[in-house]
């Protein structure tokens, strides 16, 4: 590419806008918007994502070439600001920001202060006071010593600790000048002696160096581990941002904070933010001093709080959404340095979405699409059972919403360890970014240290997790792997649970419970159910689990399983139906002894479910399962034997072990189950039949509405479906004739084998629906067990990107959705009033559902607390996909 070909890589922040995120990066497109729209912010430019991409692959020489560019830049910022860069009189100084074009908090490096020298320093001095100038001095040292030349950063921390001890005070901010120029010289040394290099006094040179250490940072380790957990690519990079510095840190006029819009934690409509006096933008983030609420810097300067509330509805009106901002007053002036859409928890991004559309902010519409699936079900995550509430040890700032119980541990990497094995609660000090792995693999965070805009803090509410942070009561020691509190004693491996709604630590562990949804959510899901062509059911078969997917909003039973009429105490019965030597044992034992217990259970799932569809499942297990193991029964045989017992005790453990033997399969998926059991004993269907019939029957006599509709599971052939059909309509004449009523009751499929998808169109000639049972058809599809897949080698799949995503967790679109979409296609073609759905478990997966919208099905059949997830999932597919 010849010279004036080459791409742009350098923009000044009038020259972007926020549509640019992909090349200046979040921040940068941001500020370059803030400053198109007169929002004030100090001047500057951003390097771009693509200079990012191509310092990666050429290095210094490509700095060297765009260089003119850069200067050309800084000579603007001159301009612009009346000072200059390295000069003695009235020097400039910049900061050098890293901005990825999606927000990865605190795991890039920044650089501030960049262009103080020996000299310059003295110019500072003469404008702002010599205090103010050394604090900045040093606070470069200790940043670019750290990030650019990579001196452990604990070194700086050290001396200054010794410093504040020498002096005699607490807070850095209480450091005289005298001691600031005292460190100054300490830290050049510090860089000396670890690097065998100068601090460079070069201003320019020290924009260079930072400039590729932000670069270089997105290959550092934290970030590179984020981006794994978040699953962000790695080739997108990072943009560098040259800011000129504005000042929070020049005496107590001076300051430096951040705002949300709403609140992060509960989306209440209020400015909720966090003020440091005298201080810069790093001491906040880092959750080194605890800051003061909002609102103190209301009562301290109301002004000042009053543009800064201006700004904030402002930036929340031109964005449509709740921005964090970050500000810096100096002396009196407002100035902000970063806008972005706040993160914030589930229960407020429910909060907000509603309250904006009902503000006339956003439509209902942007309300449904705003709130992600993933955020609903963490919203119906667990929280303390309040009948085993205990008295908290200790109350910290609730960081991040929802309970976990889990067992103490101090490290990081630990908690990456032993969280595989069993719930941990990570507690620390402080997190940093080297503690995201352990935040990841732990349950809960708890922190002695830091704000609700600390690292921890922001980190836990993106991942949902339940966090406490500045729960200064906590004394924790490190060596000793331990934390005291009052008179308690923690140890590693002790059970605490934490409730990160209320702040509260509590000793041992606690039972949590599902909560309930707000009313916001009842709203936003209502607003759902009005966009959503699909219907949502629920899979359920225990009448506590029906009555919790009805109050979730199923419109129906997708899937009532049947096999737990057979276990329990029906087992023996069960197991007399299949020891029985001939057919009119078995059908006595079933007609008189099974199918009346089985009448009740029937009705009161439809009791439960009147007035909706509820499709019940036949059976459908393999009957060795309700047999005894075979290695053990063979044993126990061996046992009797060798003890010499005889007679009728031995005589029924033979007669057990031939029929255990009998129905031995090497392949007991591919085996005696599904509807071939009903095939070959149409006694035990038959059972069934007349018992959902008779309890619907009987129900109906009573006045209610019972809509039962029968499911045959497995079916590969249409010839399958006519046989249990006339055994259905057999049993149904005989019952409404006996009963004197008739009930109208539906006779289904389920499509989850190959065979029955490719021969839809015949199956639908025989039925009222089809139900694609997706769990057994990605068995029968991949080949692959749903038992043992998982467990045995499906993740080395996924690990090595062989398949993208768990294909029992999210359909395997191209294989198994495309058998899906042909015999959706084919069976409406020949019966259009077919009602097909699904009820495998991606029928509460959001992504299956989207496809499930798109081949045009009826309706998604998912778990009970999953059904508000599907109830958002499938408007927001209708929304993307209109059909
Ligand atoms: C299925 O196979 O998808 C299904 C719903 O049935 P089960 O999980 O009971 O085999
Ligand atoms: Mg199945």
Redesign the pocket.
């Given at each position: 590419m010849s010279q004036h070909e080459r791409p742009k890589y350098v923009y000044s922040f009038e020259e972007g806008s926020a549509g640019m995120k992909r090349l200046l990066g979040g921040k940068g497109a941001n500020l370059a918007e803030m400053t198109r729209i007169g929002v004030p912010v100090p001047p500057g430019f951003t390097l771009t994502t693509k200079a990012c991409i191509e310092y990666m692959r050429r290095g210094r020489e490509f700095i060297d070439e765009i260089w003119p560019e850069v200067l050309k830049h800084i000579r603007k910022l001159e301009e612009k600001t009346g000072r200059k860069f390295g000069g003695v009189e009235r020097p400039l100084l910049v900061s050098v920001r890293s901005g990825a074009p999606v927000s990865m908090p605190g795991m890039m490096d920044t650089v501030l202060n960049v262009g103080l020298n020996d000299e310059t320093v003295k110019g500072l001095a003469k404008l702002a006071g010599e205090r103010f100038a050394y604090d900045s001095y040093r606070r470069l040292l200790s940043m670019y010593g750290s990030i650019v030349m990579g001196v452990p950063r604990e070194e700086f921390e050290r001396l200054l600790e010794e410093k504040k001890r020498k002096y005699g005070v607490k807070a850095d901010a209480e450091l005289p000048a005298e001691a600031l120029r005292e460190l100054v010289e300490e830290y050049k040394r510090l860089i000396k002696e670890r690097t065998g290099r100068e601090f460079p006094q070069n201003p320019l040179e020290q924009v260079k160096m930072a400039v590729e250490a932000v670069f270089r940072s997105w290959n550092g380790r934290r970030a590179v581990k984020y981006r794994r957990i978040h699953g962000i690519p790695d080739d997108l990079g990072t943009a560098v941002n040259i800011v000129a510095m504005v000042f929070g840190n020049m005496g107590w006029d001076s300051g430096t904070g951040v705002a949300f819009t709403r609140n992060p934690a509960t989306g209440e409509n209020r400015v909720y933010g966090e003020y440091l006096p005298n201080a810069q933008g790093e001491d906040v983030v880092a959750g080194i001093r605890t800051p003061m609420h909002i609102d103190e810097l209301g009562r301290r300067h109301p002004e000042l709080y009053k543009q800064l509330i201006d700004v904030c509805r402002r930036l929340e009106r031109h964005y449509r959404d709740m921005q964090d901002i970050e500000f810096t007053v100096e002396q009196g002036r407002l100035w902000i340095l970063q806008t972005r859409t706040g993160k914030r928890t589930p229960l407020a991004a429910v909060k907000m979405a509603v309250d904006m559309a009902e503000e006339g902010l956003i439509t209902r519409e942007e309300a449904v699409l705003r709130v992600s699936p993933e955020d609903v079900e963490k919203l119906l995550h667990k929280q303390v059972d309040p009948s085993a509430r205990k008295e908290p040890v200790a109350k910290g700032l609730p960081a991040s919403p929802g309970a976990a119980v889990g067992k103490v541990v101090f490290d990081s990497d630990e908690a990456e360890e032993l969280g595989k094995r069993e719930p941990v609660i990570l507690v620390r000090p402080e997190t940093t970014p080297e503690d995201v792995g352990g935040m990841a693999a732990s349950q809960g965070i708890l922190t002695a240290r830091g704000g609700m805009t600390s690292h921890a803090a922001v980190v836990a509410r993106g991942m949902g997790k339940p966090c406490i942070v500045g729960c200064e009561a906590i004394k924790i020691d490190l060596e000793k792997e331990e934390f005291r509190v009052g008179d308690l004693v923690v140890k590693k491996g002790d059970w605490i649970t934490i409730d990160g709604s209320t702040g509260e630590v509590m000793a041992g562990k606690l039972p949590l419970v599902e909560p309930k949804p707000t009313a916001e959510l009842e709203k936003l899901l209502k607003w759902a159910d009005e966009i959503r062509d699909l219907g949502v059911y629920a899979n359920a078969d225990l009448p506590a689990d029906i009555a919790k997917a009805i109050e979730l909003g199923a419109e129906g039973i997708g899937?009532a399983?049947t096999e737990h009429m057979f276990l329990g105490d029906r087992l023996p019965i069960f197991q007399r139906v299949i020891l029985a030597e001939t057919e009119e044992e078995r059908r006595r034992i079933l007609m008189e002894e099974l199918m009346p217990l089985q009448k009740e259970d029937f009705k009161e799932i439809l009791r439960i479910a009147d007035g909706k569809k509820t499709i019940i499942r036949l059976l459908?297990p393999p009957l060795h399962e309700f047999l005894p193991n075979i290695r053990e029964l063979l044993a126990e045989v061996a046992k009797l034997e060798a003890q010499g017992v005889r007679g009728e005790e031995l005589e029924e453990k033979r007669r057990l072990l031939k029929k255990v033997e009998d129905l031995y399969e090497f392949n007991p998926m591919l085996g005696f189950r599904v509807c071939r059991l009903g095939v070959v004993y149409p006694e035990i269907y038959e059972a069934q039949i007349r018992a959902i019939l008779e309890a619907a029957a009987e129900l109906r006599k009573q006045g209610l509405n019972p809509r039962p509709a029968i499911m045959i599971?497995g079916v590969i052939h249409k010839r399958e479906l006519e046989e249990l059909k006339k055994l259905v309509e057999k049993v149904a004449k005989e019952v409404f004739e006996r009963e004197g009523v008739e009930v109208d009751y539906e006779y289904g499929t389920?499509i989850?084998m190959p065979r029955a998808a490719l021969t839809a169109d015949e199956l639908a000639e025989v039925v009222d629906f089809f139900s694609f049972?997706?769990?057994?058809?990605t068995q029968t599809v991949l080949g692959m067990s749903r038992d043992d897949a998982e467990r045995r080698f499906l993740h080395v799949y996924i690990e090595k990107g062989i398949l993208p995503e768990n294909p029992f967790k999210t359909l395997d679109i191209k294989g198994v959705g495309q058998l899906m979409k042909m015999a959706v296609e084919k069976s409406k073609r020949v019966k259009p009033t077919l009602e097909i759905g699904i009820?495998?478990?991606h029928g509460g997966d959001p992504k299956s559902i989207e496809f499930c919208h798109k081949i045009g099905m009826d309706y998604v059949s998912a778990s009970p607390f999953r059904i508000p997830v599907a109830r958002l999932a499938a408007a927001q597919a209708k929304l993307k996909h209109r059909r």
């Open positions: 899937l399983r459908d599971p389920m989850e049972g997706t769990n057994d058809l009820c495998g478990e």
